[in-house]
């Protein structure tokens, strides 16, 4: 089981949050605000907060923004996880990963089964990597959101979770961008 090693010092991570969705504005978005409130409550920092329409090109459009922007580490996004016409949040963010990261989705519905039970099924939490940006998709619920944070990120985004974390790998992820392609490549 994770536990939190006291001796190591928290590291504070720049994290993003958008919601995706057609109708909310930043009053009324009681899924953003949750994982705003939890993540600056754990000693993060809330490096960006925007809302944007369940259209691929505009989420596309801000998830490259911030994958890009050196300022941020982390991104949530809440929101257009499940299946009507509208929910396109895996299809514009999933073709960004570098590396997926399967085990999120498995441990989202895993805590979301213990609660909701199969209704988990409706939803398509994805997690990911790009451009050394961790990126974690989230359905557009306040309680997914909060069961997102506080059963998944909230310890793997903190550097003292043992037996490992996100944050300590943190300086390797672009590590293949540094390594020379060709065997005997000098850079």
Known sequence: MASIDETKQFIPLNIAVLTVSDTRALADDKSGQTLADRLTLAGHHLAAREIVTDDVEAIRAVIRRWIADAGIDVVITTGGTGFTGRDVTPEAIEPLFEKRMDGFSIAFHMLSHAKIGTSTIQ???????????????????????????????ASQLDYRTRPCNFVEIMPRLDEHLRRPKAQGATV
Do not use: E, N
């Open 123 to 153: 939803s398509r939490a994805t997690a990911g990597v790009a451009g050394a940006t961790y990126i974690f998709c989230l359905p557009g619920s306040p309680g997914a959101c909060r069961d997102g944070w506080d059963g998944i990120l």
